[in-house]
C-alpha cells in the first residue's frame, strides 16, 4: 500500500473544501439567508398602497364583497322579517328565529355582525395604509381614505342600530381589537358623524370612475353628497326621537337640504328608482363581473313560483301589514310590488317586493338594469320632513313629504298638521317608500320607540305589536329591540358584555 | 468565523449567536490542540523488567491513547523486555520494544498495527517468491471495518485492519488463502490471485439477531449499534427487495415499531398517510421528514388542485380532522423510486436520533439511503419480474331479486306506491318501474374493479471498481396496469448511479449519487369502485353493437352515468425527478475530517385530464362546454449545502467524537393551471387554445429557506457508559423578522450493562444488555409559507373594471415553532449469544407551542390569527421488537422477528378551545382521534328508524348538546411478525401484519337502503320490517333519509376495522452454485412473491384499513428471476 502522503495534493485538497466552505458561508450571513422576499403572487401591504392602482383595488373590493357577501338582500330581507314587512315560508332556524323575534346569541342568524366589522377592517386597512404612503398622488389618497371613512361610518351606524351599544373599531391592531369593549351607541353614533365629516372633506364632489378622479356617470363609489345625504340620516338618527335634540334635527335639516338642492340629484319615476342611470340614486353598489344575476333582491325577493320552504331565497312574501299599509291609488303598490298565483288549485297568490326586477332570469353581463342602492334622494326628502317637522317647520315637512307622496300618483298630503300627526304621516310614508331597503323600517319602529313604549302619542305603536301580528311572543323586557351578540364572540373577547335578555 | 458573525448578524440576537459561536471556535480549538497532542507530543514514561509485550502495549495504549493491535498468539513466544522510559517519544519507545524481536510496527491514525518483520531472506536458498495483498474491508453499507482479522490461513500470519479499513499482508505465494473475520459478521476465504492490489472486500452482518445492520446512520454521523443512545428502527434491502409495490413506503408498512402508514387506496402511486409516533401538531405537518442520501426530500404531492375530484390521484386536501381515513390523498411522491436501489431504510423516533435535525425533526426522520459500489470484478446484476394483482375481496352485494325486494319494501315503507313507467311516464325509478330489464343480475363489483392487473419490473445493473473507485449504475423499469376496464396504466422508469472515489493515501474522498425518475401514470382519473353500488338490473356496459349503452328512453338516457364513458377521458399525470447528492470528504488531519455535502432536487409534474363531449349522453354528447381540457404543471426545486467538520479522538478510556456543521436549505415550489372548454369538436380538446372558455388558474410561487448550525458531542467510556449530546440552531423563512431562529437540543445516554464487571459471567444468558434514556426538544417548521407577511390576494371579481385585493389573513410576526419535548426509555437486550435479541421503548412526546388559529372575535375583521397557544398534545407508548434465531444448522434456520406499538394520544390542553373553530372536534383529555357525536340508540322497533339520543323530547338532535365523545376511531395497536426459514437452496419468508383499530362502518359508504339505484351489502337483509322487530338495521326507506344523516354522526357509525393480513410472503430457490459456476453466475435465484395475500377481518366492506368505496389494495403475486454475471 502507498503510503506516502502527498504534501502538495493534501494541502489542494484542504485548500479546495476549505474555500468551498467559506465561499459558501461567505456568500450569506446567517439571517439574511431566511429573510426572502415576499411571493410574487401576493401582494404585501405596505406594496399595496404605494401606488395608485394596487390602493384603489384594495378599496374597491370592499363594495364588491358587500355584493359577494349578499349583504344588500342579507339585511333587507331579516330586518324586514324581524320587522312586519316579510312572511317568512322557510324551515330554516335562522329564518324561523328572525320571524318570530327569537334570535339565539349560539347561533346567529345573520352574518351582518362579523361581515360588518370585515368591511371596518378593511377600510381601516385603507386609511392605515394610505396615512404611512408617499406612493399615491394626494388626489387619490383623498378619495380612497374619504371612502373609507364612508364606508366605516356606514357599517358603524348599521351595526348600532342592530345591536345597540357596540364596538367602535378604528384600527387593524388585533390585539387592541380583541380586547375592546362595547361603546354606547350615542358615542357610536358620533363617530359616525365624525367619520361622515371627514369623509365630506375629502371626498370628490364628482362620481369618480376607477382612475380615482376622472367624472363619470355611475354612481358607484361615494362622492361628497353621498357622505353627506348619510350624515344627515346619522343627526337624524342621533337627535334622538324621545329626547328630541332640536340642534341635530337642524343639522340634519341642512345636510338634508344640502343634498337636495343638488341639481345632479332628482326624484326618478318609481319604475327607474334604482336604474344604474337613476338621477335619484345617491350612492350605489355595482354589480361585480363574476355575477350571474342583477341584484340579490331581484334574485331573491323575485318570486317565480310559490315561496321555497327551504333555505334564505325566495321563502318571503310581503306581509298583509305591509300590503294593507298602502293608501288606495299609490303607485308603488302596483309598481314596486309585484305577485305570483299558484298554477293548482286551490290558487294562492303571493306579493313580493319588486323594486328591484333583475334576477339570473333577464340578467346579461353587458346590460345591467339596475344596482343596488343603499342611499337615494327619497330617503333624504323624508329626512327633511321628519326633522322639519321636529323643528317645526311645518310647511316644510309637508312640502316634502307632498314631494314623495306625488311621485307616487298620490295627492299631496292633507291629513291633520299637527307635529304628532304629520310626523306620524312621515313615518308612514317611510314604511310605504322604504320598505325592503336596508332595515329602515325596524329603525324606525325602534328608534320611535322608548322602553318598550312609543313616545310621541304611539306614533308607530310599540314595536311588540309587530311580534304579534306574526304569532310570535314578544317579552316584557323588550329585549328584542336588539339582536344579541354573537356568543362566540363574546367567548373569545370576554369584554364584550351581551345584551340584556339573551 | 467569529469576527465574520460579529459583522453580519444584526444586534438584537447577537449574544445567543455569539455564545453557540463562541462554543464552536472553542469546540475547533479544542480539536486542533488535541490533534497537534496526538500528533507531536505523545510521550512514554514506563519502567519496568522482564515486561511482556502485551503489558507493554497495554502501557501505551493507557498513556497514547493509541490502539494497538497485534496478535495475542503471535506474540506470546516474543522475548520480555527491560525498558525504562522517561518521557521518551513514542515511536523510539516502540523502536526499543521491538528492537530485536521479529516484529515490527506502522503507526496509522490511532493505531499502532504490530506487524510481523519480514522473514530476512535466506542466502543460499532461492528467494520464495513472496507477494504482499493489500486492501480494504468494508461492511455491506460501505463504511471501512475497523479491526477486521487477516490471517493466512492454517498460520500465525495475521494482521487487522486500521481506521480507514486498510490492511496489508504478505503472504507466500498468490495461491494462500486469506481469511477476513470480525465479530457479528460472516467469515470470509478468499484466495490472494483473487485479491487485486486495493481492492474491497465486503463482510455480510452474520445471520445472529442482532447484527443484521451493525453501523447505522443517524443522518449527520455513524455510530455503531451497539454503541447507540437513540431509538432507531431499520429495514434493510432484503426486506424491501422481497415486495412486489413500487411504492418504497408501501414496502414499510408494519415493518418498525412506531411507524404508522396508511394507504389512501389500491390505486397505484396513491399518497400514504404516514406517521412516526403519532400525531404531534393540530393545524400543521404531521410526516416525517424524508432523507435520501442526505437530501431532504419532499414528500408532498405535487398533483394539481384541478384534480382534486378525483379519487386517488387528487391533491392531499386539507384533512377535515386528523385522523379521517382519507386525510391526504394525490400521487405519492416516492412511486417510481426503485425498491431494489434502496440499501436500507432508517427509521429516527426519539429527540437523540432527530434533535439534530432541529426544527424538521419533529414528526421523526425516515433516512433512504441508496446502493453504492464495491471494489472488485464489474458485476451486471440482472432480473426480471411479472406478475398479476387482483381485488383481494368484495363485498357481498344484494343479487338483483334481493335488490328489488328491497326497493318494494321502501317503498311501501314509505307509504308510496311502487313506480311503474306505464302509469307514470316521467318516473326515473328506471330500477325497478319497468325500463330495465330486471331478469339481468351484475355484480359490478366483477365488471369495475374485477379485471387483473398486469405487473412488470425490470432492473439491471453494473458496479464494480478498485480501492480508489467504485461505481453502481442502475436502471429500472415498471409497469402496471389497472382493474378498471379499460387501457390505463402506470409506467415508471428510474436510473440510478452511485460514484465513490478515494485518493491514495485515502484522506480525500468523493461520493455522488444521482437518480432520475421518470413517471408516467395514465391511470384514471375516476376510481370506478365508487360505482359497485349500481342497483345489479342496470344494464350492460356497452350495447350490442360496441357503444356505449345510455339506454335510452324518449331520447334522455336512463343510464347517464354509465362509468365505462370514463374510459373516454384520459388523464395523463407525467413527473419527472432528478435528484442528486455529492459528498466530499477530506481528513485534515487523523480523526479531523472536513466535509460538505450538495445535494440537488428538480421534480417537474404535468398532468392533463381531457374530458371529450363523447362521454356523456345525449343531448350533451354535441355540446361545446361538455368538451373540457385542464393541464397544470407544478414544479419543485431544492438545493442544500452542508459543510462540516467531525473530530474523533481516544480521550482516557473512551472515544470522542466531535461534530459541527451547518445547512443552506432552499426550496421552490411554483404551480400553474389551466382550464379550457368550449371546444368546437372532440378532435380538438388537445389544444387549449381551441377552446372558446379558457381559464387560468392564479399561479403559486412560494420559497422556504433554511440554514441551521449544529453539533454533537458524543463519548463512551469504555464502550460502557455512553453519552450523545447534539444541539441545533435553526433558522427558518416561515418565520417573521426576529423569530427565524430557534434552539434545539438533546441529550441520550446508555450504559452496557452486560460489560460490567459484576454481570460478566453471572448470567451466562445475558450477552448484551443496554438501557437507553433520552430526552430533547425538535421542533416543527411543517407550515404554510409566508403566514407571517401582511398580505393582500387577488380577487379575480373586478369593480368598476378593476381587479380586487382582499387582506390575505390578520398577521402575527411573532408567531415562532412548535417544540416537541421527547423522552425516551429504552432497553436493549441479547440473550444466548444474540440469538434472542430484544428491544423495548416508552416514549413520551409533549408537544407545546402549537401553532394554530387562535380564535378572535370577529369584531377583529377575522375569527383567527396565527398564534403559538400554549396547547399541548400528548403521545405515549410502548413498542417493542424482538427478534430470535430459533433454528441453525448448516442446513437449515429460521429466525423470526415481531414488532409490536402500543400508541397512546391526548389532548392535555387546548385554551379557548370553546371559542375556537375545534369545539366541537377535541376534547381537552381526549385523543385527536375522537369524534363528537350523536349517541346511538339503535332501531326504533316502532317506526323502524334509527334513533340518537336528544335531550330534546322530539327525537331530533341538536349540536352541540347532544354530542357525546366517541372512542377514538384510531389504532389501538399494531404490528408485524416476520418468520424466515431456509433449506438448502431454498427460503421462505412471511410477513404478517396486524392493526387493531376502530373504522366508520360501510353504512356511510352506501345510500340509504332503499334509495334509487343503490345496492347495498347483504347485511342490510336483517332490516327492520315491522313494529316490534328488534334490528340494527332500519327499515328500508325510499324518501326519508334524516334519520340516516344523524345515525352517520353517531356512534352507532363506529365499528371495528381490525385486521390480520399476511401482508407478504416471499419464496425463493437458489439456482445450484456448481450450476451458477458453469453459466459463469453467482447470486442467481427465482422467487414468487405475494403482496396482501389474505386478510382476516370482521370488518364490512372491501378493506379495513382504506375503508370506503375506494380501490383496496390489490393482491399482488410476481415471479421473477435474478442473477449476476
Same mark, same amino acid.
Given at each position: ?502 | ?789 401582511? !398580505? ?258 353517531? !356512534? ?74
Amino acid at each position: 500500500m502507498n503510503k506516502q502522503p502527498s504534501n502538495l495534493k493534501n494541502i489542494r485538497y484542504s485548500f479546495f473544501l476549505l474555500g468551498v466552505l467559506l465561499l459558501i458561508i461567505s456568500h450569506f450571513s446567517c439571517k439574511k439567508f431566511v429573510q426572502i422576499p415576499p411571493p410574487q403572487t401576493q401582494l404585501v401591504t405596505t406594496n399595496v398602497f404605494a401606488n395608485n392602482s394596487t390602493a384603489t383595488a384594495a378599496l374597491l373590493n370592499i363594495y364588491t364583497l358587500i355584493w359577494t357577501n349578499d349583504d344588500t338582500y342579507g339585511t333587507a330581507q331579516a330586518l324586514g322579517l324581524y320587522s312586519d314587512e316579510l312572511t317568512n315560508y322557510s324551515a330554516s332556524t335562522s329564518q324561523i328565529q328572525l320571524y318570530t323575534n327569537s334570535l339565539q346569541a349560539l347561533t346567529p342568524a345573520t352574518n351582518t355582525w362579523a361581515n360588518a366589522y370585515k368591511y371596518i377592517y378593511a377600510s381601516n386597512a385603507v386609511i392605515e395604509g394610505l396615512k404611512n404612503t408617499s406612493g399615491c398622488s394626494p388626489a387619490v389618497k383623498r378619495q380612497l381614505s374619504g371612502e373609507a371613512y364612508f364606508l366605516r361610518a356606514f357599517w358603524h351606524f348599521n351595526l348600532t342600530n342592530i345591536y345597540g351599544d357596540v364596538p367602535i373599531i378604528l384600527t387593524t391592531d388585533y390585539t387592541i381589537n380583541n380586547t375592546v369593549t362595547r361603546s354606547a351607541r350615542v358615542q357610536v353614533l358620533q363617530q359616525v358623524v365624525k367619520d361622515l365629516q371627514n369623509a365630506q372633506s375629502l371626498l370628490n364632489p364628482n362620481y369618480v370612475d376607477g382612475s380615482d378622479t376622472i367624472a363619470t356617470a355611475l354612481r358607484v363609489r361615494p362622492n361628497q353628497t353621498a357622505a353627506t345625504a348619510l350624515l344627515a340620516r346619522a343627526y337624524l338618527y342621533l337627535a334622538d326621537y324621545s329626547n328630541q335634540n332640536i340642534g341635530y334635527y337642524q343639522k340634519a335639516d341642512s345636510a338634508a337640504t344640502a343634498v337636495i338642492n343638488n341639481s345632479n340629484y332628482t326624484l326618478a319615476p318609481l319604475s327607474g328608482v334604482f336604474a344604474t342611470t337613476s338621477k335619484e340614486a345617491i350612492w350605489q353598489i355595482q354589480t361585480p363581473s363574476s355575477a350571474n344575476e342583477n341584484t340579490w333582491e331581484g334574485q331573491y325577493f323575485i318570486l317565480t313560483g310559490a315561496p321555497s320552504t327551504s333555505g334564505a331565497g325566495n321563502v318571503t312574501a310581503i306581509s298583509p301589514q305591509l300590503l294593507s299599509a298602502f293608501e288606495s291609488g299609490d303607485q308603488r303598490l302596483t309598481n314596486w310590488i309585484g305577485s305570483y298565483t299558484t298554477a293548482t288549485l286551490p290558487k294562492v297568490t303571493y306579493y313580493y317586493s319588486y323594486k328591484y326586477k333583475g334576477n339570473s332570469a333577464n340578467y346579461s353581463a353587458t346590460n345591467i338594469p339596475e344596482y343596488d342602492t343603499p342611499i337615494r334622494l327619497g330617503e333624504t326628502y323624508l329626512i327633511r320632513a321628519e326633522a322639519q317637522a321636529h323643528e317645526g317647520n311645518i310647511n316644510g315637512a309637508l312640502a316634502d313629504l307632498s314631494i314623495i307622496r306625488m311621485r307616487a300618483g298620490l295627492t299631496g298630503y292633507n291629513g291633520a298638521t299637527d307635529q304628532v300627526s304629520l310626523l306620524r304621516a312621515i313615518l308612514h310614508e317611510r314604511q310605504v317608500e322604504l320598505f325592503t331597503e336596508w332595515g329602515h323600517r325596524w329603525f324606525d319602529l325602534c328608534r320611535t320607540t322608548t322602553g318598550g313604549t312609543s313616545n310621541a302619542a304611539l306614533l308607530l305603536g310599540p314595536p311588540g305589536n309587530v311580534c304579534q301580528a306574526k304569532n310570535g311572543i314578544w317579552y316584557s323586557d323588550n329585549h328584542q329591540l336588539l339582536f344579541p351578540i354573537p356568543q362566540t364572540d363574546r367567548t373569545n373577547n370576554s369584554n364584550l358584555s351581551q345584551n340584556p335578555g339573551y | 468565523m467569529y469576527h465574520f458573525y460579529q459583522t453580519l448578524c444584526t444586534p438584537p440576537r447577537i449574544h445567543r449567536l455569539f455564545r453557540i459561536m463562541k462554543l464552536t471556535t472553542l469546540l475547533i480549538t479544542i480539536a486542533v490542540l488535541q490533534v497537534s497532542a496526538a500528533t507531536f507530543a505523545q510521550k512514554v514514561n514506563l519502567t519496568q523488567k522482564n515486561a511482556t509485550l502485551t503489558q507493554l502495549f497495554q502501557a501505551i495504549h493507557k498513556q497514547t491513547g493509541y490502539n494497538v493491535l497485534w496478535s495475542a498468539s503471535k506474540i506470546a513466544g516474543a522475548k520480555t523486555v527491560d525498558v525504562d522510559f522517561k518521557n521518551t517519544p513514542l515511536t523510539e519507545a516502540l523502536n526499543k520494544i521491538l528492537e530485536n524481536q521479529p516484529f515490527t510496527y506502522e503507526i496509522d491514525g490511532n493505531n499502532i498495527i504490530i506487524k510481523e518483520k519480514p522473514a530476512p531472506v535466506p542466502n543460499v536458498q532461492p528467494a520464495a517468491p513472496s507477494i504482499t495483498v493489500t486492501g480494504k474491508v468494508t461492511d455491506e453499507l460501505g463504511n471501512p471495518m475497523i479491526g477486521v482479522t487477516v490471517r493466512q490461513k492454517g498460520t500465525n500470519n495475521v494482521t487487522a485492519t486500521d481506521a480507514k479499513g486498510i490492511y496489508t499482508l504478505t503472504v507466500p505465494d498468490d495461491k494462500t488463502v486469506l481469511v477476513f473475520s470480525s465479530i457479528g459478521y460472516e467469515t470470509q476465504e478468499l484466495t490472494a490471485k483473487d485479491i487485486p492490489a486495493g481492492s474491497t472486500i465486503t463482510l455480510k452482518a452474520s445471520q445472529t439477531a442482532l447484527s443484521e445492520v451493525q453501523v447505522l446512520n443517524k443522518g449527520y454521523y455513524f455510530e455503531k449499534r451497539e454503541l447507540t443512545t437513540g431509538s432507531i428502527g431499520v429495514v434493510s434491502s432484503k426486506n424491501l427487495e422481497e415486495q412486489p409495490t413500487t411504492d418504497p413506503l408501501l414496502a414499510l408498512e408494519g415493518q418498525v415499531a412506531g411507524l404508522n402508514i396508511q394507504q389512501s387506496s389500491g390505486i397505484s402511486g396513491s399518497y400514504s398517510v404516514v406517521r412516526i409516533r403519532g400525531v404531534n401538531s393540530i393545524a400543521n405537518g404531521t410526516a416525517p421528514l424524508f432523507i435520501i442520501d442526505g437530501m431532504p426530500y419532499n414528500n408532498q404531492s405535487l398533483s394539481s388542485n384541478l384534480f382534486t375530484n378525483a379519487l386517488g390521484l387528487g391533491n392531499p386536501g386539507a384533512p377535515s380532522q386528523i385522523g379521517t381515513t382519507l386525510a391526504a390523498s394525490g400521487q405519492s411522491p416516492f412511486s417510481g423510486l426503485n425498491l431494489g436501489d434502496i440499501e436500507n431504510i432508517e427509521v429516527l423516533k426519539d429527540a437523540d436520533a432527530t434533535a439534530i435535525y432541529g426544527s424538521r425533526g419533529a414528526n421523526g426522520v425516515i433516512l433512504i439511503t441508496t446502493k453504492k459500489g464495491k471494489a472488485g470484478d464489474t458485476k451486471v446484476n440482472m432480473g426480471i419480474s411479472q406478475g398479476i394483482g387482483q381485488v383481494p375481496h368484495f363485498i357481498d352485494l344484494l343479487n338483483t331479486q334481493q335488490y328489488l325486494q328491497m326497493r318494494r319494501e321502501a317503498f311501501t315503507n314509505s307509504g308510496l306506491a311502487i313506480p311503474s313507467i306505464a302509469i307514470n311516464t316521467s318516473d326515473n325509478n328506471y330500477d325497478i318501474n319497468g325500463f330495465w330489464d330486471t331478469t339481468r343480475n351484475t355484480n359490478w363489483q366483477k365488471v369495475l374493479i374485477g379485471n387483473t392487473a398486469h405487473y412488470t419490473k425490470a432492473q439491471a445493473s453494473v458496479s464494480g471498481g478498485n480501492a480508489n473507485t467504485q461505481f453502481l449504475i442502475s436502471g429500472a423499469y415498471n409497469r402496471q396496469t389497472s382493474v378498471y376496464p379499460g387501457d390505463f396504466n402506470d409506467e415508471t422508469a428510474s436510473l440510478h448511479l452511485a460514484l465513490t472515489h478515494s485518493s491514495n493515501d485515502n484522506r480525500f474522498h468523493i461520493a455522488l449519487t444521482a437518480n432520475y425518475l421518470n413517471d408516467n401514470n395514465n391511470l384514471s382519473q375516476f376510481d370506478f369502485t365508487n360505482d359497485i353500488t349500481f342497483a345489479p338490473d342496470a344494464p350492460a356496459l356497452k350495447g350490442g353493437d360496441g357503444n356505449i349503452n345510455w339506454q335510452y328512453r324518449n331520447s334522455s338516457a336512463t343510464f347517464g352515468n354509465n362509468p365505462i364513458a370514463q374510459t373516454l377521458r384520459t388523464s395523463s399525470s407525467v413527473s419527472n425527478n432528478l435528484f442528486s447528492n455529492l459528498d466530499l470528504n477530506y481528513e485534515i488531519l487523523p480523526g479531523l475530517i472536513l466535509k460538505s455535502t450538495f445535494g440537488y432536487n428538480h421534480n417537474e409534474m404535468s398532468q392533463n385530464f381531457l374530458t371529450p363531449a363523447s362521454s356523456y349522453a345525449a343531448p350533451h354528447n354535441t355540446d361545446p362546454n361538455y368538451r373540457t381540457s385542464n393541464l397544470s404543471s407544478t414544479i419543485f426545486q431544492t438545493w442544500i449545502i452542508e459543510p462540516q467538520l467531525s473530530y474523533r479522538k481516544k480521550i482516557l478510556n473512551g472515544i470522542l467524537n466531535l461534530l459541527v456543521g451547518t445547512t443552506f436549505q432552499q426550496n421552490l415550489q411554483q404551480n400553474s393551471e389551466y382550464a379550457a372548454g368550449g371546444f368546437s369538436s372532440d378532435a380538438l380538446i388537445n389544444d387549449i387554445a381551441a377552446g372558446s372558455i379558457q381559464i387560468i388558474s392564479p399561479e403559486t410561487y412560494t420559497q422556504y429557506r433554511y440554514t441551521s448550525l449544529y453539533g454533537r458531542i458524543s463519548y463512551d467510556w469504555d464502550e460502557k457508559y455512553l453519552l450523545n449530546i447534539t444541539g441545533r440552531r435553526d433558522g427558518s423563512s416561515r418565520f417573521g423578522p426576529n423569530r427565524e431562529f430557534g434552539n434545539f437540543g438533546a441529550i441520550g445516554t446508555g450504559w452496557i450493562f452486560t460489560k460490567e464487571k459484576f454481570l460478566s459471567g453471572a448470567a451466562s444468558w445475558l450477552n448484551f444488555g443496554k438501557i437507553r434514556v433520552s430526552y430533547g426538544t425538535t421542533g416543527n417548521d411543517q407550515l404554510t409559507d409566508y403566514q407571517y407577511l401582511s !398580505t393582500y390576494s387577488v380577487n379575480s371579481t373586478s369593480y368598476l373594471g378593476i381587479s380586487g385585493l382582499t387582506p390575505s389573513r390578520l398577521t402575527n410576526p411573532y408567531y415562532a415553532w412548535e417544540v416537541i419535548k421527547k423522552l425516551e426509555f429504552g432497553l436493549d437486550l441479547g440473550l444466548l449469544n444474540d440469538r434472542i435479541d430484544i428491544s423495548a421503548d416508552y416514549y413520551r412526546d409533549r408537544t407545546d407551542n402549537q401553532l394554530v388559529g387562535y380564535p378572535l372575535s370577529s369584531v377583529t375583521g377575522f375569527t383567527t390569527v396565527q398564534y403559538n397557544l400554549p396547547a399541548v398534545i400528548q403521545n405515549t407508548g410502548l413498542e417493542a421488537q424482538l427478534t430470535t434465531v430459533n433454528f441453525k444448522t448448516k442446513n437449515f434456520t429460521w429466525t423470526s422477528s415481531i414488532n409490536f406499538t402500543l400508541p397512546n394520544n391526548k389532548l392535555v390542553s387546548y385554551p379557548g378551545l370553546a371559542g375556537s373553530s375545534y369545539k366541537t372536534t377535541y376534547a381537552i383529555g381526549q385523543s385527536l382521534f375522537i369524534r363528537e357525536w350523536y349517541q346511538y340508540k339503535g332501531v326504533n322497533p316502532q317506526t323502524g328508524l334509527y334513533t340518537v339520543a336528544t335531550a330534546n323530547a322530539n327525537g331530533t338532535p341538536s349540536s352541540p348538546i347532544d354530542l357525546v365523545i366517541t372512542p377514538p376511531v384510531t389504532q389501538k395497536y399494531y404490528g408485524g411478525i416476520a418468520n424466515n426459514f431456509s433449506y438448502k437452496n431454498f427460503g421462505l419468508d412471511i410477513f404478517v401484519r396486524f392493526v387493531k383499530q376502530l373504522g366508520f362502518g360501510y353504512q356511510t359508504y352506501f345510500g340509504v337502503p332503499g334509495i334509487a339505484n343503490s345496492n347495498e351489502p347483504t347485511a342490510v337483509l336483517n332490516a327492520w320490517t315491522k313494529p316490534g322487530d328488534i334490528s340494527n338495521i332500519q327499515a328500508y326507506t325510499a324518501s326519508n333519509t334524516t334519520s340516516y344523516a344523524f345515525f352517520g354522526r353517531s !356512534t352507532g357509525n363506529i365499528t371495528d376495522a381490525s385486521f390480520i393480513r399476511l401482508q407478504n410472503a416471499s419464496f425463493y430457490y437458489k439456482l445450484p452454485a456448481s450450476w451458477q459456476r458453469s453459466m459463469h453466475m453467482s447470486n442467481a435465484r427465482v422467487y414468487l412473491q405475494g403482496q396482501n395475500l389474505f386478510t382476516i377481518t370482521s370488518y364490512i366492506g372491501l378493506d379495513p384499513e382504506t375503508q370506503g368505496l375506494v380501490l383496496p389494495p390489490l393482491r399482488v403475486i410476481m415471479a421473477g428471476i435474478s442473477a449476476s454475471f
